[in-house]
């Protein structure tokens, strides 16, 4: 996804679309610390992949999550 498309995912599932101000940095600390990459370009938009060590970072955090909020929702 490019930065708008993820913008409007996340409008979408929260309900409050982030500012670009928000979005960008936050995708190029993503790219820094290796978890996302930016080789495509779609047009003017940069297209936003997961990495493998992306991949793994959200497949423990998932897991931390359900493990820290399992049976606090009934």
């Known amino acids: 996804m490019h930065g708008q498309e993820l913008a409007e995912e996340i409008a979408r599932r929260k309900g409050e679309k982030p500012s670009p101000g928000t979005i960008y940095p936050a995708l190029k600390s993503l790219r820094e610390m290796g978890f996302i990459s930016s080789d495509e370009k779609i047009g003017k938009a940069i297209v936003y992949t997961l990495t493998e060590r992306g ?12 493990r820290t909020f399992l049976g606090v929702f009934p």
């Open 55 to 66: 991949k793994n970072a959200l497949r423990i955090s998932k897991r931390m999550f359900i």
